[in-house]
């Protein structure tokens, strides 16, 4: 008997809306290409994960069978509770005041943090403001739930006041201010720019915020702090959620990936109570809870102070690279290139003017033959931008490539940059 079977499987507006990761296919080369030498890759610095620090704080965790099975069993949805409180008296240190750990969920990474609070939301056709250009990954999962995303436009410090009113504005003169739901904000060396905001910045964002909450629905901040513990010059700036003193509109994020293990996939979130109801539902319909194990493993590393020697190698390893990395291209490339040079975080954001480095784009191919990829600013600017979208910038990152690949990925690129300032 023939089948008559179709192929056509009826996937959900959802799935159908969900496409592969701008930037998969640039990860895809470099494993399928052992001689590229990758820029673009966000991973951290691999040489720097503390296996020793991990591995003593899983000893601990299972020295006893009690506690060790606790830790194979299943968990709470929010998280386990004395990981909560030991997040919430770190936030107290670093400035935040009376922080609720009935308040805080401990996710998947940073990642499922922004994910399952957007799910809570954004309906189709809804609104969300971003910096422009912003993280990109997180650009997919707002067009996976239909967001209609608009970019505000930045300077080193960010999103810009004036951008932000602008935007609006225009959406009050457009009728469409109802739709608005979130306004995604990195603080501190954002993905993929680099840029810091000053504690005056995050005041007046947060100013304009709370004006406009007088004139139109609430919406949610999110107050994205992913790269803070990888601050490389100075102290960090206060966290803007700290002028959210009864923690009634902030929703403030980060993560343990980037200082300590991404493969412990931990990150957290504090945000008014009613949010951390929202979000937790739509949590438990994913996961339950984060892993219990893991969960542990991460609570005893704080309780050792482990996270902090693993944060301060991270720091003094990425200082050398950043360093090497912005004086690779200050010798290599054409005197022209402008650098944004990072206080933190993985990313050194370039303009190399007039020359359209899109993938696709003749630059872009020469580099690849090159055998070098780097991150071009196309997937990272918004469709709606508002100015014209660049196309001469991108980002280079220096988490995992080690120091001399780096700086030789560099030249390479120093030398195609320079013959198409010439004309290409
Ligand atoms: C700006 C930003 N936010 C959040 C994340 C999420 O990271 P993770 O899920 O590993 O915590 C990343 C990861 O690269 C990021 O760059």
Same mark, same amino acid.
């Given at each position: 008997?023939?089948?008559?079977?179709?192929?056509?499987?009826?996937?959900?507006?959802?799935? =159908?809306?969900?496409?592969? %990761?701008?930037? #998969?296919?640039? @990860?895809?080369?470099?494993?399928?290409?052992?001689?590229?030498?990758?820029?673009?890759?966000?991973?951290?610095?691999?040489?720097?994960?503390?296996?020793?620090?991990?591995?003593?704080? &899983?000893?601990?965790?299972?020295?006893?069978?009690?506690?060790?099975? *606790?830790?194979?069993?299943?968990?709470?949805?929010?998280?386990?509770?004395?990981?909560?409180?030991?997040?919430?008296?770190?936030?107290?240190?670093?400035?935040?005041?009376?922080?609720?750990?009935?308040?805080?969920?401990?996710?998947?990474?940073?990642?499922?943090?922004?994910?399952?609070?957007?799910? #809570?939301?954004?309906?189709?056709?809804?609104?969300?403001? &971003?910096?422009?250009?912003?993280?990109?990954?997180?650009?997919?999962?707002?067009?996976?739930?239909?967001?209609?995303?608009?970019?505000?436009?930045?300077?080193?410090?960010?999103?810009?006041?004036?951008?932000?009113? *602008?935007?609006?504005?225009?959406?009050?003169? %457009?009728?469409?201010?109802?739709?608005?739901?979130?306004?995604?904000?990195?603080?501190?060396? %954002?993905?993929?720019?680099?840029?810091?905001? +000053?504690?005056?910045?995050?005041?007046?964002?947060?100013?304009?915020?709370? $004006?406009?909450?007088?004139?139109?629905?609430?919406?949610?901040?999110?107050?994205? #702090?992913?790269?803070?513990?990888?601050?490389?010059?100075?102290? /960090? $700036?206060?966290?803007?959620?700290?002028?959210?003193?009864?923690?009634? !509109?902030?929703?403030?994020?980060?993560?343990?990936?980037?200082?300590?293990? /991404?493969?412990?996939?931990?990150?957290?979130?504090?945000?008014?109570?009613?949010? !951390?109801?929202?979000?937790?539902? =739509?949590?438990?319909?994913?996961?339950?809870? %984060?892993?219990? @194990?893991?969960?542990?493993?991460?609570?005893?590393?704080?309780?050792?102070?482990?996270?902090?020697?693993?944060?301060?190698?991270?720091?003094?390893?990425?200082?050398?690279?950043?360093?090497?990395?912005? =004086?690779?291209?200050?010798?290599?490339? /054409?005197?022209?290139?402008?650098?944004?040079?990072?206080?933190?975080?993985?990313?050194?954001?370039?303009?190399?003017?007039?020359?359209?480095?899109?993938?696709? +784009?003749?630059?872009?191919?020469?580099?690849? $033959?090159?055998?070098?990829?780097? &991150?071009?600013?196309?997937?990272?600017?918004?469709?709606?931008? =508002?100015? /014209?979208?660049?196309?001469?910038?991108?980002?280079?990152?220096?988490?995992?490539? *080690?120091?001399?690949?780096?700086?030789?990925? &560099?030249?390479?690129?120093?030398?195609?940059?320079?013959?198409?300032?010439?004309?290409?």
């Amino acid at each position: 008997m023939s089948s008559t079977a179709t192929t056509a499987f009826p996937f959900s507006q959802k799935a =159908q809306r969900t496409g592969d %990761s701008p930037i #998969a296919w640039l @990860m895809r080369k470099t494993i399928e290409d052992p001689e590229i030498l990758s820029l673009a890759a966000g991973f951290v610095d691999t040489g720097t994960l503390p296996n020793d620090l991990v591995e003593a704080a &899983v000893h601990k965790v299972f020295a006893e069978a009690g506690p060790g099975r *606790d830790a194979l069993q299943y968990g709470t949805t929010p998280g386990y509770l004395p990981l909560r409180q030991t997040v919430a008296s770190r936030l107290e240190e670093q400035g935040l005041s009376n922080v609720d750990p009935d308040c805080i969920a401990i996710t998947n990474g940073g990642q499922q943090g922004l994910y399952t609070v957007t799910e #809570a939301f954004v309906d189709p056709g809804d609104i969300v403001l &971003v910096e422009d250009p912003t993280y990109f990954v997180y650009m997919d999962v707002l067009k996976s739930v239909g967001a209609r995303v608009l970019g505000v436009s930045t300077d080193e410090e960010g999103m810009t006041p004036e951008g932000l009113r *602008d935007r609006l504005r225009e959406l009050h003169e %457009s009728g469409q201010r109802g739709r608005l739901r979130i306004l995604y904000l990195m603080s501190y060396y %954002s993905n993929p720019k680099g840029s810091n905001m +000053s504690a005056r910045r995050r005041r007046e964002l947060y100013d304009i915020y709370l $004006e406009e909450i007088t004139k139109g629905p609430i919406f949610l901040p999110i107050e994205d #702090a992913c790269y803070r513990d990888l601050t490389l010059e100075g102290e /960090p $700036e206060p966290y803007m959620k700290e002028f959210d003193k009864g923690n009634e !509109h902030i929703f403030a994020t980060g993560t343990f990936s980037k200082a300590l293990a /991404p493969g412990l996939r931990l990150g957290w979130s504090y945000m008014p109570p009613e949010v !951390h109801t929202a979000l937790c539902r =739509q949590k438990a319909n994913q996961d339950f809870g %984060s892993s219990n @194990m893991n969960q542990r493993i991460l609570l005893e590393m704080l309780r050792m102070g482990s996270y902090e020697t693993a944060a301060a190698r991270f720091r003094e390893r990425y200082r050398v690279k950043r360093d090497a990395l912005v =004086q690779a291209l200050r010798d290599h490339w /054409p005197a022209e290139t402008e650098i944004l040079h990072p206080k933190g975080g993985l990313y050194v954001w370039v303009r190399l003017p007039g020359v359209d480095n899109d993938p696709g +784009s003749p630059f872009f191919n020469a580099v690849l $033959e090159e055998k070098v990829l780097y &991150v071009p600013g196309y997937y990272c600017f918004c469709e709606e931008t =508002q100015e /014209p979208k660049p196309k001469d910038q991108m980002r280079l990152c220096y988490g995992v490539i *080690d120091l001399e690949p780096m700086t030789e990925a &560099v030249r390479r690129m120093g030398r195609v940059a320079a013959q198409f300032l010439k004309g290409g």
